[in-house]
């Protein structure tokens, strides 16, 4: 089992940056590394997708260009970078492991963030 701790949410106003943070109690090496979302009232959406083993990266139209996914193997983190925010990123934040496009296996509890407009 595979625990994920996020951190890094907040309030921001639009237009703001932040930087979440995804840290895991074990390697993820065998895994692909997703950033979920979940707007008030909304489903859960992903965000982004790395795969590993494919050697590729997704990420959603409404955040391409804005939003970065990376990962430090060596301190079991992954990362978030979030650029130019906006109004509809407001969400909590979730990272996950598993398969990308097929299914997550561990889940973290999730960091909210709030851009205010």
């Known amino acids: 089992e595979v625990q994920l701790v996020e951190s890094g949410g907040g309030l921001v106003q639009a237009g703001g940056s932040l930087r979440l943070s995804c840290v895991a109690s074990?390697?993820?090496?065998?895994?692909?590394i997703g950033w979920f979302r979940q707007a008030p009232g909304k489903e859960r959406e992903g965000v982004s997708c790395?795969?590993?083993?494919?050697?590729?990266?997704v990420y959603a139209d409404s955040v391409r260009g804005r939003f970065t996914i990376s990962s430090d193997n060596a301190k079991n983190t992954v990362y978030l970078q979030m650029n130019t925010l906006k109004a509809e990123d407001t969400a909590v934040y979730y990272c996950a492991v598993g398969v990308c496009g097929y299914g997550m296996d561990y889940w973290g509890k999730g960091t909210l963030v709030n851009v205010s407009s």
């Open positions: 074990g390697s993820f090496d065998d895994y692909d």
């Open positions: 790395f795969s590993s083993n494919h050697g590729h990266t």
